[in-house]
């Protein structure tokens, strides 16, 4: 018995239907690649995701490359300034330092110079002391203005007489050379001054000589 002869219709539902199986072998084969590049990305995600789980505070090599050369500097600069700072204090306490000696030399030049013109300032009181009261002479009258100029200038000088007759007796100004018995003064007042004492700022000179009552 011969094979049937297909219709042309049959013949049209089989070419349709072979051209259907080739266009979805074709997609299916477009699919597979991409399919399995989404695999593959989404593993390598899963893995970089478990390292962060793993270590999450662990630095990159050059992370710490670039930071310990940042730490190292701030380290010297720190050293350096503590330095600097030292050496300051060490400039401004010698500053000082000097300056009080400088100071104390002055002070002590000027005293010694002081100490020298206080036996002209004697002999000017004695030589003036001698004159006749009430006597007016031209050179009388020349001696007490040379006087009295030599006791401003030591005047400007901060040097001060010593307050002695009528006060207590203060060994750190007063030099007590005679003791005397003096019912109209209280004990230990000084009553008599034998020789004038100065100070200079507040720093005794030349203590005063004095009588003081017993």
Known sequence: MGKKKKTSREQTIEKLNELK???????AK???PAEEAAKEEAAQEEVKEEAKVESPSEETP???AEEAPEEGGNAKVAELKDKLMRQMAEFENYRKRTEKEKQAMFETGAKSVIEKLLP???????GLGAL???????????MQMVYKQLMDELGKLEVKPIEAVGKEFDPNLHNA???VEDEESPDNTV???LQK?????DSVVRHSMVKVAN
Do not use: L
């Open 21 to 27: 199986e080739a266009a979805e072998a074709e997609a």
């Open 30 to 32: 477009e699919e597979a």
């Open 62 to 64: 050059e992370k710490a």
């Open 120 to 126: 002209v300032v004697d002999n000017f009181e004695r």
């Open 132 to 142: 006749p009261e009430g006597e007016k002479n031209p050179f009388a009258d020349g």
């Open 177 to 179: 050379v005679m003791h």
């Open 191 to 193: 009553v008599e001054e």
């Open 197 to 201: 004492g100065y100070t200079y700022r």
